[in-house]
């Protein structure tokens, strides 16, 4: 049993916005995708997809896109929301969605933490930025930390070691989203998993150790579209 991840695959498979229209390493990308998660993913695994899944303005725009997932190998694909996730509305009607389209390997990862084995859990939150300093960013940071903070509490109360999964990287270049940042330093946490950054901004993607702490920026094509085996 491995565990991996990949975020913003930005699927569009049921609606006309396909990201081939950037060329460069998106072209092709679907088939890329599936063919990389196919040569590296087993029936048995985890793969977390941290956001910026499909362009569906709704659950069921989205419906094809979430199929494609669901038929790639993997016991578990647990998504959690990104800035793009139109589609998302609650978790209890997400989950009452997949049930009734037989979805049954997509999981919500949304003020919980899934336990990966004795060892680790599976945290995670949208978590959000505030380069300008505006106070409709702090309300909604303040509330991404809680979030954060409820999937990391219970993890660590299990005896577990948290895995953090965000959709923004909690440190850009030389800001620092400090809400978010805290509560990873406050339960000590180790790994952090982003994704969100695209094309020429990745020259200021944290990727690597940084405070102590490892980060790694997952988005699709700064991974060319094959899942980083996290364990």
């Given at each position: ?44 695994d985890t793969v977390v997809i941290p956001g910026d899944i499909s362009w569906g303005m709704n659950l069921n725009q989205s419906l094809a896109d ?8 993997g016991k578990e694909k647990i998504i959690l929301k990104g800035n793009h996730d139109y589609f998302w509305t609650s978790r209890v009607k997400m989950e009452s969605f997949f049930e009734e389209n037989s979805l049954n390997t997509l999981k919500i990862l949304h003020n ?120």
């Open positions: 049993m491995s565990l991996y991840c990949i975020s913003d695959p930005h699927l569009s498979l049921s609606c006309d916005k396909p990201m081939d229209v950037f060329g460069g390493r998106w072209q092709d990308y679907v088939q890329k995708l599936e063919t990389n998660w196919k040569e590296c993913v087993k029936e048995e979430f199929a494609f997932i669901n038929s790639l190998p919980n933490f899934f336990p990966y084995d004795e060892n680790y859990g599976i945290c995670g939150s949208r978590g959000w930025i505030n380069e300008n300093g505006k106070a409709q960013d702090k309300k909604i940071l303040d509330r991404e930390a809680l979030r954060l903070e409820a999937s990391i509490k219970p993890c660590v109360e299990s005896g577990r070691e948290p895995l953090v999964f965000l959709h923004y990287p909690p440190i850009y270049a030389e800001t620092v989203c400090n809400e978010i940042y805290d509560v990873i330093k406050r339960y000590g946490v180790k790994k952090v998993f982003y994704g969100h950054i695209h094309g020429l901004s990745y020259r200021y993607a944290i990727d690597g150790v940084y405070d102590g702490i490892d980060f790694r920026l997952v988005s699709c094509d700064y991974l060319e579209f094959k899942p980083v085996k996290i364990f």
